[in-house]
């Protein structure tokens, strides 16, 4: 206890009055406006401070790591789905890809595309006319003696591509497209356009598989007529 206290407490009443009169007298500190408000807020900010750092120390434990790594390797996946390069598809790439039998697959889903190939050289002026008239020739050795190929959908993709083949001036696409129609009208299938085959082959395209390139191709130029 301080001394000046002590004695005053054991001192008289009037000692002690005198004790507390000069304490009165002593000059009184005062504090600076906002000066509370200024303490309080450098302990809110400390405060988000410990609990920012807690919550880092609780992210990067062992436990925590494991899922924000799986996001992370999910987010990548995602990204790589969606930006991922386009290939770029060109005539010449076509061309390149026709076997020497006229088609452009070995797939079973060749038959399929060779409409899309046909005619995505047909409209072209600028096409290889070689590679034109063997993929016309492919299309009309698989025609059967109806007029018709393997099934309704096929034999509509086909004689539309001989349609757009004929108007192209290729000889042996004038009487096969002719015998396609009959077939059509016979089983009463309804003809297809060079439009409607660019629709159903930005239709396909999802569902194609773009490691052949011959059909990638085919489809990827017909989705742009």
């Not at 790594?69 to 060109?90: D, G, K, Q, T």
């Not at 002026?125 to 993929?135: V, W």
Request: hydrophobic share 50%; aromatic share 6%; glycine share 6%.
């Amino acid at each position: 206890m301080n001394e000046d206290i002590e004695r005053a407490l054991n001192g008289s009443d009037a000692d002690l009055r005198a004790f507390v009169a000069s304490l009165r007298a002593a000059p009184q500190a005062r504090v600076r406006a906002g000066f509370a408000a200024d303490v309080m807020a450098a302990v809110e900010a400390e405060a988000r401070r410990g609990a920012f750092a807690r919550s880092l120390r609780g992210l990067l434990r062992p436990a925590a790591l494991f899922p924000l790594a799986a996001c992370l390797v999910a987010l990548l996946a995602v990204a790589s789905i969606f930006f991922r390069p386009v290939p770029r598809f060109s005539l010449e790439k076509l061309v390149a890809c026709q076997r020497a039998d006229g088609s452009f697959s070995s797939s079973t889903a060749a038959p399929y595309v060779q409409a899309y190939a046909v005619t995505v050289l047909a409209k072209d002026p600028s096409a290889d006319r070689a590679a034109l008239q063997q993929a016309v020739a492919a299309l009309v050795r698989e025609q059967n003696a109806e007029g018709g190929w393997a099934n309704a959908s096929l034999s509509a993709r086909n004689v539309a591509a001989l349609a757009a083949a004929s108007e192209a001036g290729v000889d042996a696409a004038v009487r096969a497209y002719r015998r396609g129609v009959r077939y059509l009208r016979m089983h009463g299938i309804g003809e297809m356009s060079a439009a409607d085959l660019s629709r159903d082959a930005r239709s396909a395209a999802p569902r194609l598989s773009a490691s052949d390139l011959g059909i990638a191709c085919s489809v990827a130029l017909a989705a742009r007529l």
